[in-house]
Each structure stands twice: as structure tokens, then as C-alpha cells.
């Protein structure tokens, strides 16, 4: 199951890369796991630091949100990452809720 990898790589801070089928621009996505929790919608949804790959917005690295749904093929990289990045929320804040997993 999706939700178990990522929380384990969110577990173990490492990078992931997956296939991301929703919106605009589909394709490879490389992020740093830091949550996953239902967001406002009620969509269980990974919050992620983007690091590279397909964006529609072509927006530099910072934090996207995914839904599981959409996510496939995901590869548990051997790449880590020492915190959380700047504006993490370990409690999901206003945007998330019933949080599954979480740096």
C-alpha cells in the first residue's frame, strides 16, 4: 500500500520518487516525504518538500501537496534528509487533519 511506504520513508527521512498521475502534468515527481494526512477535502494526501521533476508550474523546490490516489510506482530512494524543512507543521495546522504519519 502507498500509505505504508511513504510513512516508512517519512519514518526513516528518506527521499522518494514516484509516478504522480493527477493534474496538469503528470509524470516523475522526486520529494522529500514529510506527512500524510487528510486534508481539507478529506483526501488522504502526502505533504512533500518538492525537489525535482514534473511541475505544471514550474515553481522552484518547496512543499506540494499529493494525493495518494495518484501516486504509483514509488522507489524508496538510498538519499536521506536531516529535518524538516521551514514551515513544517507537525500537527498539520489549519490544512491537514487525522494525521497517519509524520516527521
Known amino acids: 500500500m502507498n500509505k ?10 528518506q ?6 498521475s493527477i493534474g496538469d502534468d503528470p509524470g516523475i515527481r522526486t520529494v522529500e516525504p ?3 494526512a487528510l486534508n481539507r477535502r478529506d483526501v488522504l494526501c ?12 514550474k ?4 512543499f506540494r501537496e499529493y494525493s495518494l490516489e495518484g501516486i504509483s510506482e514509488i522507489e524508496i530512494t538510498d538519499k536521506t534528509f536531516s529535518h ?9 495546522g ?5 494525521v ?4
Request: include cysteine.
Open 4 to 13: 505504508d511506504t511513504i510513512c516508512e520513508a517519512i519514518s526513516n527521512k
Open 15 to 20: 527521499i522518494i520518487r514516484f509516478h504522480y
Open 34 to 36: 514529510h506527512m500524510v
Open 46 to 57: 502526502l505533504s512533500a518538500w518538492f525537489l525535482a521533476g514534473h511541475s505544471a508550474s
Open 59 to 62: 515553481e522552484k523546490p518547496g
Open 84 to 92: 524538516p524543512r521551514e514551515g513544517y507543521n507537525p500537527s498539520g
Open 94 to 98: 489549519k490544512i491537514y487533519h487525522n
Open 100 to 103: 497517519q504519519c509524520g516527521l
